[in-house]
């Protein structure tokens, strides 16, 4: 934009407010609170705040107050009907809503109903289907049997045999014998807690068996696993679940699980911050299922206040 | 205008042709205006400096034209369903004639999109052309930008392969992360808690239906505002400077100087 020699610039006091320190003191106040996130949260964090919300508002009643400068009074016209008539001009009549402009209203008003009609229901079909009527499913491994006591097995099944392979999943499964009179299985899900890929056993692999449940194939794989290493960035494991080095934000997530007629029945997934102890006597400290990436302890978890609905 | 000698035969052919060539135009042209609309469009006054660097869009928008084709062309021959999706990529690619190039087309040139839609940017802002008027172009470049992306993400699970599938996982699994809606986001795009044959179809329908529509209307868009508000000289460029004048003023940006500048003659 060239300056114009002749008059004010009025140009150029339009676009270019007059310089405050307002901005940088908000900086600041941001500046304040990602320092506080790392160093003290609530103290440092919320004085960061303060002064973010400060400036934040002492800039923003300077940005309104140089609008209002601009704004220049001006006196409505006014029309005397009698002084009209005299003159021989035509008065305007005192229609206050003409047919056009209802007619106008009608169109753009039925219109977007039209709109409105079609829009609603095919916006709800795009949105809706992924979030209601997430079906529960059970998966049967098969016989306890197939299980030895203290034997890892890498166990991939599909979840859902009707829609195919793209549902195959793979569960890390050990028998811990009775505890308490009861069963105990530790099943840890291979989905890595960093961003979902596939863990893997870090140990040899065994002989392989097959057998067929109401869920279609079922493959165990004899395995000793030292922990469990992901291939995509390095998130490493213990044979617990438990983070031990990279990426991952908690523990790997584990299968709930039923004993049915002496088979071994996999239900959903359960989200786990960290497991103390091992094998029977582990106590895991559970959260209802999340996505891999999102935090479930710490002040991290207040930035996933509502989970969508799922099973 | 009665010529001295009679027209040759050649003359006369050509006229005849002129005459047969034109009609049509002529035709075309008084029932739409679609020709003066056209020569509007493609015969614009630039200004006499403009760079290389300035071919980088009409590149960028050659390359989106390669896509929308050869997409238009793959999509009848790919099987957007779990079982046979990764069966008719191997037929497209090994067996279908032909298929193998036009696939090749559209995979490497997806890539050569998004590196010539940087390389614009690059330009634009280098150039300083995102500047008043034109801020409002850059808006629309970026939402450009965020599309073109889109359209990366939804095609790579296509293919539905091993990388294909675990590309999307991890694609997928980092929209999840993002605070608040990052979780329904996710749990949309999956379309359910697990990735399925919902997801491919999906995917699919918004990487050849949404995301190409949007870019299409866009593109269009961003053309209007670039006739609109006209070709930004290079940041060197003198005759911007208002050093070197041009005898005529360009009558480009009337309406965009200030009205006081018009009659004051040169300002240096």
Known sequence: ?311 | MASRKPPTKAQLRRQHLEVAVQYPMDWLEERSGLIGGIKYFLFRNVPSDTNWMQTLGASTLTAFIVQAVTGVILAMYYQPTPQGAYPSIVRITDHLTLGWLVRGMHKWGASVFIILMFLHMGRVFLFGAYKYPRELNWIVGVLLLASGMAEGFTGYLLPWDQTAYWASVVGINLNGTAPFLGPWLAQFLRSGQEISGETLTRFYSLHMLVLPGAIAGLIGLHLYLVVRLGVTSPPWSKEAAGRERPEEPSDLRQGLTPPAATGSGGSD
């Open chain 1, 1 to 311: 934009m060239e300056p114009s020699e002749n008059g004010p610039d009025r140009d150029a006091a339009h676009h270019e407010p007059s310089p405050t320190i307002y901005p940088l003191g908000f900086a600041v106040g941001i500046a304040v609170i990602l320092v506080g996130l790392v160093i003290d949260p609530l103290l440092i964090g919320s004085i960061g705040a303060v002064i973010t919300i400060i400036f934040g508002f002492l800039w923003i009643r300077d940005a309104m107050h140089l609008h209002h400068e601009e704004e220049v009074a001006v006196e409505a016209e006014k029309r005397d009907a009698a002084k009209a008539v005299a003159e021989g001009r035509p008065v305007p009549t005192a229609e206050r809503y003409p047919r056009s402009r209802f007619l106008e209203s009608m169109t753009v008003g039925l219109g977007a109903l039209i709109g409105g009609i079609v829009t609603v229901p095919v916006a709800g079909f795009a949105l809706l289907p992924g979030f209601v009527g997430q079906g529960r499913h059970k998966v049967d491994l098969g016989p306890l049997t197939d299980f030895p006591e203290g034997a890892w097995l890498i166990a991939t099944f599909m979840v859902d045999p009707s829609i195919g392979e793209v549902s195959r999943r793979t569960a890390f499964v050990r028998n811990n014998g009775i505890f308490k009179n009861e069963p105990s299985f530790t099943i840890i899900s291979n989905r890595c807690a960093h961003l979902g890929c596939p863990v893997q056993a870090n140990g040899p692999i065994g002989k392989t068996s097959r057998e067929t449940t109401a869920n279609g194939p079922v493959r165990l794989i004899q395995t000793s696993p030292a922990g469990f290493g992901c291939p995509c960035h390095g998130g490493q494991y213990d044979t617990e679940g438990n983070r031990t080095a990279g990426p991952p934000v908690r523990a790997l997530d584990r299968y709930a699980f039923e004993i049915d007629n002496g088979r071994l029945i996999l239900l959903s997934t359960f989200s786990v911050s960290h497991v103390d102890g091992t094998g029977a006597q582990a106590q895991i400290h559970k959260y209802k299922l999340t996505g891999p990436g999102e935090h479930v302890d710490g002040p991290e978890q207040w930035f996933y206040p509502i989970q969508p609905p799922h099973h």
